[in-house]
């Protein structure tokens, strides 16, 4: 399984910045963040998951990944929505428009 995921997000085009928030203060780092995100798409791909939690959802990016590659899944994201521990203050409103 783990050779198809590696497979899987090495021959994905998909790319989160196509619904990244232009006011993550981290938008500097996007270009490096592609890999990760695609191999977090191909794991929900190869995985098919029915339902998917994510606990600390942020701009929702993660989430996303996931529901591209399997758009038949329900999805919860629980999120603080706060400034502390690496989040950002209204970032889950992002999250609610791309998910």
């Not at 783990?2 to 938008?27: E, G, H, K, M």
């Not at 963040?33 to 998951?49: F, S």
Request: hydrophobic share 45%.
């Amino acid at each position: 399984m783990l050779d198809a995921i590696v497979s899987c997000s090495r021959t994905t085009n998909y790319d989160f910045r196509a619904t990244a928030c232009a006011q993550d203060p981290l938008t500097h780092l996007f270009a490096d963040w592609v890999p990760y995100y695609k191999t977090k798409w191909a794991i929900a791909r190869v995985l098919q998951p029915a339902s998917i939690l994510e606990i600390g959802v942020r701009y929702g990016y993660s989430a996303a990944a996931f529901l591209n590659a399997c758009p038949g899944a329900t999805y919860l994201g629980i999120d603080l929505d706060s400034d502390t521990f690496g989040g950002v203050k209204g970032a889950i409103q992002w999250a609610r428009r791309i998910a």
